[in-house]
């Protein structure tokens, strides 16, 4: 997706780009792109691994993991979208990005990261139907139709990152060029334009209230379900096998909105002084979720754990006839 066409219109200088002036107060920033990049390492491990075991087993070939599946390849594109590019900008100080290159990041990276939300719903959504509807639950909840629901999630998503990207990006920028972010987000980049962005703004406050609060208050509702329909069961082992199921979601969603609400709560209050410090924040909360997803999936759910140390070990028991 390139939308270096919609710049025609929107300035008569030369198209020199925007320049990432983000951590320029940061001593250690080397450090935290080091950090990152080990969470990137281990991202694509992780997701990697659990979309492979659940390929190769036809046993996991079920809605759930595919919903698991769905957030694993949602995973790897968002901390591939915000973190490679990180390594030439701030450790060789190739700082600036084309039109084009910081509209498309701004499209992906928002596209990715509002997609982690929905996907997070998607689980509440397989939780609750397994739970309160547990005998109907392979007739509601079938492959094709948990397809066609992730192939919907997709196209919303598309639909709703598509047009205040394409608004931003047919702006005239004829004012500072520096994009005081880590990436070409968004508000950092609107802001910059010398024209009303009164409408950009009320555009992205609408579109963010949709894609973060719209999923959250939707997981809330469904717990609240959930946990009124596991209180009307008798047996206290069945209550506890109940709560056990919905223990692994429930993390993900604290580790994906906790974070993030939090740093943004702080900087809009200005309880954080220094901008490169609620930068380095929200880059860390953005991406951590990501890495830790599979991990929480693995150590979680049982049948998973299983499935994902005979593969690690099938290598070794390879190796081991090889040499017999």
């Not at 969470?39 to 698991?68: D, E, F, Q, R, W």
């Amino acid at each position: 997706m390139n939308f270096s066409v919609a710049f025609s219109n929107g300035t008569n200088l030369i198209d020199d780009g925007f320049y990432l002036v983000a951590f320029r107060t940061l001593t250690n920033k080397n450090y935290l792109v080091l950090a990152l990049s080990i969470i990137y390492i281990i991202t694509l491990m992780g997701n990697l691994v659990l979309l492979a075991v659940v390929l190769m087993n036809s046993s996991l070939h079920n809605p759930k993991y595919l919903a698991v599946c769905n957030l694993a390849v949602v995973d790897i594109s968002m901390n591939s979208v915000i973190i490679p590019q990180m390594v030439p900008v701030f450790v060789f100080n190739q700082n600036r990005l084309s039109f084009g290159t910081c509209f498309s990041q701004m499209f992906f990276m928002h596209f990715f990261g509002d997609m982690e939300s929905f996907s997070l719903a998607l689980l509440a959504y397989d939780r609750l139907v397994a739970i309160c509807w547990p005998l109907r639950y392979p007739t509601i909840n079938t492959n094709p139709r948990m397809m066609l629901i992730i192939a919907g999630i997709w196209f919303l998503v598309f639909l709703l990152d598509i047009f205040p990207v394409t608004l931003a990006a047919m702006l005239p920028y004829c004012r500072s060029r520096e994009v005081k972010s880590c990436c070409c987000e968004h508000g950092p980049v609107f802001v910059l334009a010398c024209a009303d962005i009164s409408y950009n703004k009320k555009l992205a406050t609408t579109k963010t209230l949709i894609t973060l609060l719209g999923p959250l208050i939707f997981i809330i509702a469904t717990y609240v379900i959930v946990v009124v329909a596991v209180l009307r069961i008798a047996s206290v082992a069945q209550r506890w096998k109940a709560f056990h199921t919905c223990l692994n979601h429930l993390l993900l969603v604290l580790i994906y909105y906790m974070p993030v609400i939090l740093a943004y709560v702080l900087g809009n209050l200005r309880l954080i002084q220094y901008m490169d410090i609620l930068q380095r924040a929200l880059t860390v909360s953005v991406t951590l979720p990501p890495m830790l997803n599979p991990i929480i999936y693995s150590l979680k759910t049982d049948e998973l754990r299983d499935k994902i140390m005979k593969f690690l070990r099938k290598p070794k028991v390879a190796q081991e006839i090889q040499i017999n």
